[in-house]
């Protein structure tokens, strides 16, 4: 099992990125799919998740930012990143789980400038 996340880049503050993580081979029924970001020097964070069935949690202080969508027929999850900040600087993760085991992306940078 592979999931590949990509999309991040270099940005000025106030931009807009899309991240996109596709999960490939043999993975049994996905439940939930996610974004972390772990920002230099820190612990890795939630940014957002979402079942399958299309239930959104969304770290508050990214809501009306972020917004997390999924497309199961493609194992896909998209984070779209609106008005960054140069605080939202950091590698993010995106992560896949089902009833047995969680798996984890490599990790895409995003970098904010202020």
């Known amino acids: 099992v592979q999931l590949q996340a990509s999309g991040g880049g270099l940005v000025q503050a106030g931009g807009s990125l899309r991240l996109s993580c596709v999960v490939s081979g043999s993975i049994f029924k996905i439940h939930d799919m996610g974004w972390y970001r772990q920002a230099p020097g820190k612990q890795r964070d939630l940014v957002a998740t979402?079942?399958?069935?299309?239930?959104?949690n969304i770290v508050d202080s990214l809501k009306g930012r972020f917004t997390i969508s999924r497309d199961n027929a493609k194992n896909e999850v998209t984070l779209q990143m609106n008005t960054l900040k140069p605080e939202d600087t950091g590698v993010y993760y995106c992560?896949?789980?089902?009833?047995?085991?969680?798996?984890w992306g490599q990790g895409t940078e995003v970098t904010v400038s202020s």
């Open positions: 979402i079942t399958r069935d299309g239930i959104i």
């Open positions: 992560n896949a789980s089902n009833r047995y085991n969680t798996y």
